[in-house]
Nanobody, 124 residues
Framework: QVQLVESGGGLVQAGGSLRLSCAASGRTFSSYAMGWFRQAPGKEREFVAAIRRSYSYTYYADSVKGRFTISRDNAKNTAYLQMNSLNPEDTAVYYC?????????????????WGQGTQVTVSS
């Protein structure tokens, strides 16, 4: 079992920044990959970013590449999503997820555990 708790969401003006955190517990954090997804009202959940067990490989959706950075601190059992240059299209509930057996992917069905989500609202 893995428990994931997101934090750091909120209301920010366009052009601003937020950093989301995902605190994990239940299994050795360094043994699984992590991903971030988001879901806007009336839309399907979409991939944002993923990071492998080690720190060596990350990848992003085209829509956030160059603006968002995913990272992890295995000593703190926490994953992060630094979001810069936010725009209203980034408004969504953001979820972190754990992929226990794979390298982390862009497919939500590959993830085994999910957090409850944190709301990010970007005003114009």
């Amino acid at each position: 079992q893995v428990q994931l708790v997101e934090s750091g969401g909120g209301l920010v003006q366009a052009g601003g920044s937020l950093r989301l955190s995902c605190a994990a517990s239940g299994r050795t954090f360094s043994s699984y990959a992590m991903g971030w997804f988001r879901q806007a009202p009336g839309k399907e959940r979409e991939f944002v970013a993923a990071i492998r067990r080690s720190y060596s490989y990350t990848y992003y959706a085209d829509s956030v590449k160059g603006r968002f950075t995913i990272s992890r601190d295995n000593a703190k059992n926490t994953a992060y999503l630094q979001m810069n240059s936010l725009n209203p299209e980034d408004t969504a509930v953001y979820y972190c997820a754990a992929d226990l057996s794979g390298p982390g992917s862009s497919r939500s069905q590959d993830y085994d555990y999910w957090g409850q989500g944190t709301q990010v609202t970007v005003s114009s």
